[in-house]
């Protein structure tokens, strides 16, 4: 029986205004308002299935993104569902290197965030018409059919698909026990929303007060405006949480090459796991001299958050510039580049740490991580996936965390749709929100701050 096909997809601008409680800030994202560009998938299949799939934001330019997955629009409109989930891989190529819009990419920025928001739309598509949660539709597959949804172009040289498949016939014969350990103890998490650079001292202390007694061990504070009230917060955070827990640091890209190491030298005592982000999300070879300097403190480097593609992934691991790799579920062209890179990282025994947190972000990535314990890690060790506590409430299936873990989702699909009424009160502009200037009925803000969003001008 056919699986039908696409009619229609259908997007729109969703924004949050998180920057009025300092949600999310850091030392070069001050203000952000976490939002996404929301897609719907739409088929003329007799049960009405939908896919739905998100490309996170901070804001201003969401629109950009809208318009650049409306781009796509034509290319996948009309098209045979049986031939794209027949053909992943080969469909994934050639939508990134459509022969004219690759120009404005090419598999990177706008274009290739929007693109993720499709891809990511049809993975939940296809899970909910098997009936399954997105993780357990990939464990489910046969290794060589999970391979053709992946593209090896431009990766082979350090990743052939032999190799891929050797990475996953390892683990294919333990597969039920990995998934039955999930299953019971969930997949190891750490928490984020304790440790915001806009939070004051007796936030974060009482943060993470609530996080310990939750059942959290594993802990991320914004780092990077300054070396000595880093140094006070990481004091108090410690102070807080004891020093057996791990501690995490994250600069979200703020410091030259060397005042990284400056500055992470001095932030040793404090026994930051790793540093997340150190410096240019672009600088491979800078990461790597950082990785080489701060390796003798026992600092490992994170990075991966804002890495567009598998190609700059591929040269992370060749060059030793990370010790966490940090795939995003919406930077990359949605889940089959982020397979790609699991495969990457597990052949240079690389641990994977997703990034999470926004609109979506941890719905995501959860089903991310099982998948790769279960199909690609040879171990749960030294593994965990970022965890931070906003805006699920707007989501049909939020994650559930307990005890500092991700437990498997049940629901079909990706964990990716939102609530018609939190649509219709955050679509920027046309939501019942925003139309009203940005103010709640109860909110003591400006009653300007939408007129200030749209020009730009509200610092």
């Known amino acids: 029986m056919s699986l039908g096909k696409i009619i229609d997809i259908t997007v729109r601008d969703i924004r949050f205004p998180t920057s009025l409680g300092s949600h999310g800030s850091d030392a070069v994202h001050k203000d952000p308002d976490y939002s996404g560009a929301y897609v719907v998938v739409k088929t003329d299949r007799h049960d009405k299935l939908c896919g739905f799939g998100l490309s996170f934001t901070l804001g201003r330019g969401t629109e950009i993104v809208v318009s650049a997955i409306k781009a796509y629009g034509p290319f996948v409109i009309g098209l045979s569902l049986d031939w794209i989930f027949c053909h ?24 290739h965030t929007g693109l993720a928001g499709i891809i990511n739309a049809l993975w939940d598509l296809w899970a909910r018409i098997e009936g399954k949660p997105v993780w357990k539709l990939l464990v489910d597959m046969e290794p060589k059919k999970l391979l053709s949804t992946i593209d090896f172009k431009h990766i082979d040289d350090a990743l052939t698909k032999e190799e891929a498949l050797e990475i996953l016939q390892k683990n294919f014969a333990t597969k039920s026990e990995r998934e039955q350990n999930i299953l019971e103890h969930g997949y190891p998490a750490y928490i984020t929303s304790v440790g915001w650079l806009g939070y004051d001292e007796s936030k974060i202390r009482k943060l993470c007060r609530d996080a310990l007694a939750e059942g959290w061990t594993r802990f991320k504070m914004k780092v990077g405006l300054d070396v000595e009230k880093d140094s006070e917060r990481a004091a108090l955070i410690r102070e807080v949480v004891g020093w057996e827990k791990d501690l995490m640091m994250d600069a ?11 500055n992470m ?39 991966g958050e804002v890495c567009c593609n598998r190609v700059m992934f591929k040269q992370y691991l060749q060059s030793k510039g990370l010790q966490y790799c940090q795939i995003d579920s919406c930077r990359m062209a949605g889940l089959n580049e982020v397979i790609a890179v699991l495969l990457m990282a597990a052949k240079f025994q690389v641990p994977v740490w997703p990034h999470a947190g926004g609109v979506g972000l941890c719905e995501m990535v959860q089903h991310i991580s099982i998948f790769d314990y279960i199909c690609i890690s040879p171990t749960l060790k030294d593994k965990a996936t970022e965890y931070a506590d906003h805006l699920h409430e707007h989501f049909t299936d ?23 009424a939190s649509l219709d009160k955050y679509d920027f502009l046309e939501g019942s929100y925003w139309r009203h200037d940005g103010v709640e009925p109860s909110s003591p803000c400006g009653f300007t701050r939408l007129q200030k969003k749209m020009a730009g001008k509200d610092k």
């Open 88 to 111: 992943f891989g080969e469909f994934w190529r050639w939508l990134v290197d459509e022969s004219q819009l690759r120009w404005i990419g090419p598999e990177k920025g706008a274009l």
């Open 252 to 262: 979200n890209q703020v410091w030259s090459v060397q005042d990284a190491i400056v």
């Open 265 to 303: 030298k001095k932030l040793a005592p404090y026994k930051p796991k790793f540093i997340e982000e150190p410096t240019h999300p672009d600088d491979v070879l800078g990461h790597a001299k950082i990785a080489d300097a701060l390796n003798p403190e026992g600092i490992g480097v994170a990075t």
């Open 398 to 420: 939020p994650p559930v965390v307990m005890n500092g873990a991700y437990l498997a989702p049940k629901a079909p699909g990706y964990s990716t749709e939102i609530f018609n």
